[in-house]
Every structure is written in C-alpha cells, then in structure tokens.
C-alpha cells in the first residue's frame, strides 16, 4: 500500500507565504506525476499545480507567478510554494501522485488526507 502524508497547511494573512510538503512511503517502485489540487466548500476539486518526474511544471491560471511546485524523486516528495496568498485561495489541499508499486503493475492514483490552507486576516 501506498500513503501520501500532507504537512504545511495552516491559517496565514492575505500577502504571505507558505509551503506545503507531501511524501510518498510504502511499496513505491516509481512516481510518475505528482500533483496538487485544492477544493473550496461548494466548489469542486481543481487541480492546482502538477510536475512531471524529469520536473516540468504545469499550473492553473489563477496560481500561474505565485505558486511553484517542486519535487525530489529521491524522497518521493513533493512541494507546493504559495506566495502572494489571496482569500480566494483557502481550501483543502490534497497531493496526488501517479504511482507503480511494481515493474509489472499498472500506474494508479493515490491521494493524500488533505490539509487545510486558510487565507485571512
């Protein structure tokens, strides 16, 4: 089995800084994407920010120059930098990774519990 474990979320000012990290553990033998996504009371999930495992970087529009999403395959880790925090980015976020747990198994989803990342003064 698999287990994404998120940490970094938490209540911030509109205009700050934060930093969530998400790691990979149990029977993983490669990580391809890796992702994160948020999702606001009401709305759906919407993806946020994904990287490839050779680390190209793909956002959504809204978080495009403030956000930067990172990873070290060697940790099975990825990271999501969020500055310039706005209201409108409170939600939950979740860290999904696109995993092989065997060299003859089929890729499959995995998500994290979510953390929840508040923006207000």
């Known amino acids: 089995q698999v287990q994404l474990v998120e940490s970094g979320g938490g209540l911030v000012q509109p205009g700050g800084s934060q930093k969530l990290s998400c790691a990979a553990s149990g029977r993983i033998f490669i990580i391809y994407v890796m992702g994160w996504y948020r999702q606001a009371p009401g709305k759906q999930r919407e993806l946020v920010a994904a990287?490839?495992?050779?680390?190209?970087?793909n956002y959504a529009d809204s978080v495009k120059g403030r956000f930067t999403i990172s990873r070290d395959n060697a940790k099975n880790t990825v990271y999501l930098q969020m500055n310039s925090l706005k209201p409108e980015d409170t939600a939950v976020y979740y860290c999904?990774?696109?995993?092989?747990?065997?060299?003859?198994?089929?890729?499959?989803?995995?998500w994290g519990q979510g953390t929840q990342v508040t923006v207000s003064s």
């Open positions: 990287i490839t495992r050779a680390g190209g970087p």
């Open positions: 999904n990774a696109d995993v092989v747990v065997t060299p003859a198994a089929p890729n499959r989803d995995y």
